[in-house]
């Protein structure tokens, strides 16, 4: 996988990168129509409908546009119905109707893509600094639930979801990006990075307060891939990348956090 990234994220044009992402994120949409239950041209189709979304998007010149209004009403979006689908169990997602389900996860998907596409043409430093907020808050999470976890919260996370995850690998994730940022900043000499352009918009403190908001919001991702996985007895989206399980598996915790970016950039 590397061996394709990485030449198309360095490559000066951000076509190569685009295109490499449109790919994933249709295989994602194809798991996801698998995941709820749709035959393989089902699932195909939503694949299908998410290349087109995305197409038209790219064609339209969106990919340089600030789209704050759509920005905001993502993250809405996100923060409202993620609380709700947690709130509500693997009983509750499957309570919703099944076509409302595909609809929601392929504008979910296509959301993911404009996102990373934008934040590639704002520059690879900028999407360097976003994706790894997410793999710092996955691997903080990871160490301080495996060191902590039950010390000071007896109560899981989301036990009916994710067993395995606890409050305190949350708050590991948090002070794992607390300290990115703070180190990326002190060591930056561009201020092209994501968290420099966070501060220069709105200072330091509302960009730290961001970066625990952003956290929490991956951990939203996790649970929300976990629960649908769980509702359909799966224990990975595919297996589409051998000893990884599926795109999804990969991708879940970047869904909100990426459109959650570009709307604090537009607030």
Known sequence: MLAILLPALFYPSPVPFCA??????????????????YSHLGSLLAGFTCVVLS??????????KPLPLLW???????????????RGGVA??????????????????????????????????FLLSLLLLVWVADIGAYFA??????????????PAISPGKSWEGVWGGMVGVLV?????????????????????????AIALLAMVFLAALSV????????????????DSSGLLPGHGGVLD?????????PLAMMLLTV
């Not at 905001?72 to 947690?86: E, I, P, S, T, Y």
């Not at 990969?250 to 990426?258: E, F, I, N, S």
């Open 220 to 235: 939203v991702g996790d649970l929300v891939e976990s629960l649908i996985k769980r509702s359909a007895g799966a224990k």
């Open 20 to 37: 490499v992402a449109l790919v994933l994120i249709a295989a994602a949409a194809w798991e996801w129509g698998r995941l709820n239950g």
């Open 92 to 125: 509750g997602w499957s309570r919703i109707p099944r076509i409302l389900r595909l609809v929601g996860g392929v504008l979910a998907l296509w959301l993911a893509w404009l996102a990373v596409a934008q934040a590639r043409i704002f520059g690879i430093e």
């Open 55 to 64: 197409g038209m998007s790219w064609d339209l010149g969106m990919l340089e």
């Open 180 to 204: 990115l940022c703070v180190a990326w900043l002190a060591l930056d000499g561009t201020g092209l990075s994501f968290y420099a352009r966070l501060v220069a918009q709105h200072g330091l």
């Open 72 to 86: 905001r009403v993502a993250g809405a979006l996100w923060v409202l119905a993620g609380a709700w689908l947690l």
């Open 145 to 158: 639930g495996k060191g902590l976890g039950g010390r000071f919260s007896k109560r899981k996370l989301a």
């Open 250 to 258: 990969r991708v879940d915790a970047l869904l909100p956090v990426l």
